[in-house]
Structures are given as structure tokens and as C-alpha cells.
């Protein structure tokens, strides 16, 4: 096996046999790889194992050196292991993951049962809504291939109307060329429709292998008469109903449990840090700055241990100059809650700072001073997850479980504390490089400066506009106006994210 730290050998001996998700985590502790796996033991242990890193490619070999911890989420099954990963993948955005980076979600086939007249439809996420849902499937193909031979084998209707009748037939040929069996004109009785849905329903959940079988044989006979297009459609379709039988998903779980697991944390975070009640507000604060310089700070927030975006709050540290965390985090923590207790708003049930002891003190240091000395406040440290607690019995910190609710409330929120901080102080970077663009230029005042973004909006409307465009602006030549252009295309170049500081 690859050498690796003795905490991390300790994880990858206790890691279970069940299905699940995996986090890799570097020296710094970002999450910098997500996956998934039918065996959490199998597919992780695989990657420290030298035969891996003599076959596989770059990419995974420089995964592998960086790896420096481990966290993992036990699933129920497959499917749920596939959903979780891909909310993971969203939430963290790990460098090493390129698929599911975006906002698509695996593809899901709806039974909409709740109407009166049932059908099929596809959709990306599942709710509690009473319908049933069946997948996620990793490939879209399989969902509509699979909604397609249950409509067409069980006459399901296909059109979008939410109630069918004689008027909206008119418009429709789906009872002649696909084989609807048309309940919204009464060739067929509501509860022989119903039935017919029900029966594919249970096709979808648990698969049939007479049915499967009975496409195989049609597939071989297609082929022995030489009909080659119709056996490729055949053995289309049999391999998507094959995947989807395998990807069935009887138990997906709905956003409830999820919940109701995040909820438990809290009350388990309650008990371990002594607190009076349950933390169902949460707001956790992070310092980020390049060098000490454009120093900000994140403010986020989780409610019953569910990150709610709409809370987050960022702040640009005035009063500290250089690199000073425990007093950006005073300053921060300070404006945050002068705040609310001037305009008389609640206050979260606990606080959390990214950092050790003294961020925790400054941040107490600070509330004491505005007489919030009631509000409770605990650090986390930048490694291993120890929750700095500093109480006056002399615990100067918390170590939770590896495996508890309580300490997936407390890793998500400073992750996200994280990731917001570094956004924001990227996104002033790379303002800043853009708008010190004009400032390289010769022959460029702050007058003509201010005119050009008056006019253009931005230096990367400079950059794509024509330099006729710009030499139209009064005072700037053909000549200027070109090496305008040219600098504003060079530094927007210099400042998109593959060059990130």
C-alpha cells in the first residue's frame, strides 16, 4: 500500500462494506474529491494500492498525493449514494471533479398518480410530494427509453394536458401512431387505465424478466431475419430497461430524511458543547485575504443544520491592516451583531469562527464589549475537526466523532464559510486586475478613464469592442484606441478563473 499517515491507515481499516460516499480532504483540509461506491471499503482501499498509481492516469496520481484525510457517508443503496454525490459535488465543487460541476441534476422518471388520468414524465428533482419516482439514472437515454416502452407497451398516454378530454384529442394522433389507449375519449374505462399504469408502475420498480426475455427472443429473431434495424432497437431498449432494473430505485429517499438527519446533529452538537438549547440557527464566520492584503470575511449560516444561502453576508475588513486574523474576525464578528442588536433582530443560537483559540477569544473579547456576552461562540480549527470550546473549567476543546450527525453540521457550515470567503476575495481580485488595466496605458487620465466606463461599462466591453468603437470616445485616436483594446483583451485574458491567484 502507498504510504500514507498513520490517522489516515487508521480511517481505511475502519472504513465499512456498505454503500456510500467518499470525501478526500488535503493538508488544508479542502474537500478536493468526492465519489461514490457500492463498497466504501473496496472502492476507496483501491486508490492507495501501488498497482493504481503504475496504471492510472495523471490526473488520478495527482489525486492520490494529495490526499491527506478522509471522510465517508453511509447510504442505503446505490441510487442514494448517486444523489448524494452529485449534491456534494454542487455543495463543495472539489477541483478534482469534473462531471456534475454544473446545476444539472440526474435525470428522474415521474409517475404522476395524483391525477385522474395518470402518466409519465421526467423531471431533476425528486419531492415529497406523494408521486413515485423512479431512478436517478446516470444516462438520460435510459429514462426516456424506459418511459417510452412502458407508455407504448401499456398504452399510457403520452400528450402534456393535465386533464384530458374529447377537445384536446382533436389536436392528438397519439392513439393511432403510439399506441395510447385514449381514456380521454372513453375507449378505454378510468379503471382499466388506472391499471394498466399501476402494472407499468410495477415494471419500473422491480423489473420483469418474462418481459425481458420475451424482448431478447424478439431481438434474436429480428436479427435472423435480417432486419438489423429493428434488432438494434430491440437490443437499445433491452439494455436500457437492463440498466434501469439495476438503478431502481424502491427506497429513494426524499429530502425529509435529510433533513431529519441534519436536525439530529444540532441536538447532538447541544449535548456536546452543553449548550441550553438546540443550535437551530448557526452562523459561522471566515477570514480570507492575499498576503494580507483585500482582506475579507463570510458570514454563513445553517438552519436545523441545512446551509440556507440566503443568509450568507460578506464583509470587507476596514479596520485591520496586514495579515491579523483574530482582529479582521473582532471586527467582523462585531459588525455582525451591533447590527441586529441595534435593529432589535434575533440572534443566532451559536456562533462558530474558523481558527483556533485566539479567534475564539477575540470574537468573545468583542461580543463581551456590546454586552452579548450571552451569545455562545466556539472555534474550529483549520485541521482535524477539533471544535475549541475554551471553558472556564479548563476543556480547551471537543474532538466529535468521525462518525456523528454533529460533526457533518459543523464540517458543511465551515466549508461553506470557506468557499465563501475565497470566492469573495477572488472575485475582488480579479475586479481589481481588470480595472488597473486603463492605469498601464500612457495617455490615460483618470477624466478619460472614468469616459471610457462610462461609455463601455466594463474593460471587458473594451476588450470586445471594435477600435473604431473607442476611438470614437472624444479625445482617443485610431492609434490609442488600439493599444486600448489590445491591453483591456491581455489583462482580461490574465484574469479568468484557469489563472486564478
Known amino acids: ?60 496520481r495527482g489525486l492520490v498525493h494529495s490526499i491527506a484525510d ?35 441534476r440526474y435525470l428522474v422518471l415521474r409517475a404522476e398518480s395524483h391525477l385522474a388520468c395518470p402518466r409519465f414524465s421526467e423531471c431533476r428533482i425528486v419531492r415529497d410530494d406523494g408521486d413515485e419516482y423512479f431512478g436517478p439514472f446516470p444516462s438520460s437515454a435510459v429514462v426516456r427509453t424506459a418511459r417510452d416502452f412502458a407508455e407504448r407497451r401499456w398504452g399510457i398516454r403520452k400528450c402534456d394536458a393535465t386533464n384530458p378530454d374529447a377537445e384536446t384529442h382533436k389536436h392528438c394522433h397519439n392513439d393511432r401512431i403510439a399506441c395510447c389507449s385514449a381514456p380521454c375519449i372513453g375507449k378505454i374505462s378510468e379503471e382499466a387505465y388506472r391499471e394498466r399504469f399501476e402494472e407499468a408502475c410495477r415494471f419500473l420498480r422491480k423489473g420483469d424478466p418474462l418481459i425481458l426475455d420475451a424482448l431478447r427472443k424478439e431481438m434474436l429473431e429480428a436479427s435472423g431475419e435480417m432486419d438489423f434495424e429493428k434488432a438494434a432497437q430491440l437490443r437499445d431498449t433491452l439494455q436500457a ?11 429513494l429517499p426524499n429530502p425529509v430524511p435529510q433533513r431529519t438527519r441534519a436536525l439530529q446533529g444540532c441536538e447532538e452538537l447541544a449535548r456536546h458543547l452543553r449548550l441550553g438549547g438546540v443550535p437551530h440557527v448557526i452562523e459561522g464566520f471566515d477570514i480570507s485575504h492575499l498576503g494580507g492584503t483585500m482582506t475579507v470575511a463570510s458570514m454563513v449560516c445553517s438552519v436545523d443544520g441545512v446551509t440556507t444561502p440566503q443568509r450568507y453576508r460578506r464583509f470587507r475588513i476596514k479596520t485591520v491592516e496586514g495579515i491579523d486574523d483574530p482582529r479582521s474576525m473582532a471586527e467582523v464578528v462585531g459588525r455582525r451583531y451591533k447590527r441586529l442588536r441595534d435593529e432589535g433582530k434575533p440572534f443566532p443560537d451559536l456562533v462558530m469562527v474558523d481558527g483556533g483559540i485566539t479567534q475564539l ?29 475554551d471553558w472556564e473549567d479548563g476543556t480547551p476543546e471537543i474532538v466529535l466523532p468521525t462518525d456523528s450527525e454533529a460533526l457533518r453540521v459543523v464540517i458543511r457550515l465551515r466549508d461553506e464559510a470557506h468557499r465563501f470567503a475565497i470566492t469573495y476575495n477572488r472575485n475582488l ?50 492609434k490609442l484606441a488600439a493599444e486600448i483594446k489590445e491591453t483591456c483583451r491581455r489583462n482580461i485574458g490574465n484574469a479568468t478563473p484557469r489563472n486564478r491567484i
Open 1 to 60: 500500500m502507498i504510504e500514507v499517515s498513520e490517522r489516515l491507515r487508521e480511517k481505511l481499516r475502519n472504513l465499512p462494506d456498505k454503500p456510500g460516499c467518499y470525501l478526500y480532504r488535503d493538508r488544508n483540509g479542502v474537500i478536493i474529491y468526492v465519489g461514490k461506491a457500492v463498497s466504501l471499503k473496496r472502492r476507496v482501499s483501491s486508490y492507495f494500492r501501488e498497482s493504481s498509481l503504475r496504471k492510472g492516469t495523471p490526473k488520478l
Open 70 to 104: 478522509l471522510e465517508w457517508i453511509v447510504v442505503r443503496n446505490e441510487a442514494e449514494a448517486l444523489l448524494t454525490e452529485g449534491r456534494l459535488i454542487k455543495d463543495y465543487r472539489p477541483r478534482f471533479n469534473i462531471s456534475l460541476r454544473d446545476d444539472k
Open 241 to 251: 430497461l437492463t440498466e434501469m432494473v439495476r438503478y431502481r430505485a424502491r427506497e
Open 361 to 389: 477569544r477575540a470574537a468573545r473579547a468583542r461580543l463581551a464589549e456590546l454586552g452579548l456576552s450571552e451569545i455562545p461562540v466556539v472555534g474550529l480549527a483549520k485541521r482535524f475537526e477539533i471544535i475549541v470550546v
Open 429 to 478: 481580485r480579479l475586479k481589481k486586475i481588470r480595472e488597473s488595466a486603463l492605469d498601464e496605458i500612457d495617455g490615460i487620465g483618470a477624466a478619460r478613464k472614468i469616459e471610457l466606463l462610462q461609455r463601455f461599462g466594463s474593460v471587458r466591453r473594451i476588450a470586445e469592442a471594435d477600435v473604431e468603437e473607442i476611438a470614437a470616445v472624444k479625445g482617443i485616436g485610431a
